[in-house]
């Protein structure tokens, strides 16, 4: 059974700080890509940062500067240090995982976390 567990949202002010955690289930061996999207309403869900199994990393423009991806290949886990939050990136934060077995593309996703930013 594949799981994402995320946790860390809540509710902080402009210029402050969270880190959201996700940990897949072992059941996803050392996924090739993870990363994290958002959501907010009435918005697309974007791509905040991912980062492969070798390391890369992919920041949104957005972000650069401020988040910051790590991932625990031997735990399956991701966390995005969030620095100096400011009220846009409010939106339901969603951990991904993506893999690559037997010539066949998978994406999980977590449940989603909240967090705001008020200004």
């Known amino acids: 059974q594949v799981q994402l567990v995320e946790s860390g949202g809540g509710l902080v002010q402009a210029g402050g700080t969270l880190r959201l955690s996700c940990t897949v289930s072992?059941?996803?061996?050392?996924?090739?890509?993870m990363g994290w999207y958002r959501q907010a309403p009435g918005m697309q869900r974007e791509l905040v940062a991912s980062?492969?199994?070798?390391?890369?990393?992919i920041y949104a423009d957005s972000v650069k500067g401020r988040f910051t991806i790590s991932r625990d290949n031997a735990k399956n886990t991701v966390d995005l240090q969030m620095n100096s939050l400011i009220p846009e990136d409010t939106a339901v934060y969603y951990c991904?995982?993506?893999?690559?077995?037997?010539?066949?593309?998978?994406?999980?996703w977590g449940q989603g976390t909240q967090v705001t930013v008020s200004s």
């Open positions: 072992r059941s996803i061996s050392s996924p090739n890509v």
């Open positions: 980062v492969t199994s070798g390391g890369s990393t």
């Open positions: 991904n995982a993506h893999q690559r077995v037997g010539g066949r593309d998978y994406d999980y």
